[in-house]
């Protein structure tokens, strides 16, 4: 499995973005995909999380609220809706994908930049 994230950038503190996840290859071995992101000097962070399935979210306390994820299967797609962002959010936003084999694919990332 292969994934491209796209659409992180620079926006102004309260302002949105939109992350896509753009997952290819045996997709259908995909049990749920999340985003996870690491800002410099940070470990790496589970932001949310989707199960392909039935579509349960989970969310991390610090964005439940403001962000969003979705999935759309027929398209092998993911996002992330991010709202009300604030200069904490800035990270590299990187795509993740949990297969039914136990093993984990990661994205490239896309950097986030959040201006006060």
């Known amino acids: 499995v292969q994934l491209v994230e796209s659409g992180g950038g620079l926006v102004q503190a309260g302002g949105s973005l939109r992350l896509s996840c753009a997952a290819s290859?045996?997709?259908?071995?995909?049990?749920?995909m999340g985003w996870y992101r690491q800002a410099p000097g940070k470990q790496r962070e589970l932001v949310a999380a989707?199960?392909?399935?039935?579509?349960?979210?989970v969310y991390a306390d610090s964005v439940k609220g403001r962000f969003t994820i979705s999935g759309d299967n027929a398209n092998n797609m993911m996002y992330l809706q991010m709202n009300s962002l604030k200069p904490e959010d800035a990270a590299v936003y990187y795509c993740d994908a949990w297969l039914a084999t136990g093993a984990d694919c990661w994205g490239q990332g896309t950097q986030v930049t959040v201006s006060s």
């Open positions: 290859g045996s997709t259908f071995s995909i049990n749920s």
């Open positions: 989707i199960t392909r399935s039935i579509g349960n979210a």
